[in-house]
């Protein structure tokens, strides 16, 4: 931008900040003192706090399986019909809204890596979904759908979640359309299991006696078919490879979802191991196997809502930012440049004798300076989205009224504009009012917007006048004007000047139109 006293990068103040508004400040897995510590010490705060939760998922996993095993007398079966319905349901719920979830992240950031935990987790919502709940909820039992065709189904979700942890961070050249086809693709292979297991229905075997064995002996027992066994253990791999993956993409990158979503896999890992020892999930049992398995969900249904607080805080922190930016812009176009201007007048003031109308000068300037500073702080007090009508009328009547005058508004409502359109419009009517009633003497102000081809701003007064002309060939006066003019101009428009001696004077500003 171009100001009266020199000339600035016009990116300076347009441009928005580079790169994310990192929020791992805001995140509470540390002590409130720690988040005003350097961003090393935040660093290494937050991979000793990952660490933690990861290794006590770990350790915590291990310590119940091995008592629940040893322990003749822990209880770790219990009947309930309902059980896993509901744990299913909440698994649906909860992994719907951690891949919309990390679906926005993949719009920012278009790796493949995270495209495919958003399939990983869509897949394990559609087998909770359409291959558990809702055959449940028909009266269909634990059925051959219930069975074959939601282990494979999770299997496919496993084998996603550990390849989405090792595959690189390769960014897609297309990625509406990569979503599109991993999407189409794994919902094809949920159908695909479906169909296979309804088709053949007649011909597959029972994966696990629905009496349960492990019932009546209170210990767990090894049991089903060797086929759902062998699922179980490769599940349990898959997840361990998943937990380790995700641990060290978390400590890499800080990022804690990453963090809880390890955590998750882990207790996931273990809920496959007891599921080996007693196959729970597919009778009316339930087990410690069922409980990790609602823990992988509740974890990760932690880490979403984290995740979602951390991008509220992000988009707070970065609106501030914004909002600062503007005020400083602000304060750069108006008060700084009257200071600045000042100051070089009273340097010229100590070279120079005659100091009379240098003097005038300076009163206009800090005048200005004032005013400024006065809309600055009204501006605070103001909201954002303040119609253009009211604050120009708000504005209008404050000065003029101020100084001893009257304005008479007559704006269109309905004007919409953008805000920083709407603050320059402001800024010139301020300082149109100002230089009418102090240099013009004028009593009467009237104000008018109006929307046609373009938008036209008009202040007319009853004042004095001057010679527009004769004042247009005297560049070391009427900086006011030209404060304006070149407000106009940054806007796409132009001011048009039209004033004579004792005719009074009116500045009319004409912008194009925003796009509604």
Known sequence: ???RYGAAPAASWGERP??????????RLWPASLRRSSPAALGAVHDAASRRLIVGSAVA????????????????????????VAIDTAATVISTVAAVLLFQRFRRTGLSRDLLVVAALGTLAAASLLLSV???VAGHGFGPVSTWAVLASRLLGAALLAGACFAPPTRLSRPSRATWWTLGATSAAVALFALVALTLSSHLPAAVDSGLRNADSGRPHVEGHPLLLAGQLVGML?????GIGFARRAERGRDEFMTWLAAGAIMAAFARLNYFVSPSQYTEFLCTGDLFNLAFYLLLLVGAVREIEAYHRGSAALAVLEERRRIAREMHDGLAQELAFIAGRVRTLQREAQGIVGLDQLSSAAERALDDSRAAIAVLTRPLDEPLAAALARNATDVAERLGARAEVNVEAGVEVPPAT?????????EAITNAVRHGRADRIELALSRGTGITLTVADDGCGFDADARSRRPAAGFGLLSMSERAEALGGAMRVISAPGAGTTIEVVIPCPPR
């Open 238 to 242: 898959l997840f361990v490879a998943a």
């Open 422 to 430: 709407r603050e320059a419009f402001v800024r010139i009517v301020r």
């Open 1 to 3: 931008m171009v100001g």
């Open 61 to 84: 996993g291990a310590l119940i399986t091995l008592v629940v095993s040893a322990l003749p007398f822990v209880p770790f079966v219990v009947r309930s019909a309902g059980a896993h």
């Open 134 to 136: 809702i055959p449940a």
């Open 18 to 27: 580079q790169g994310r508004v990192r929020a791992a400040g805001g995140r």
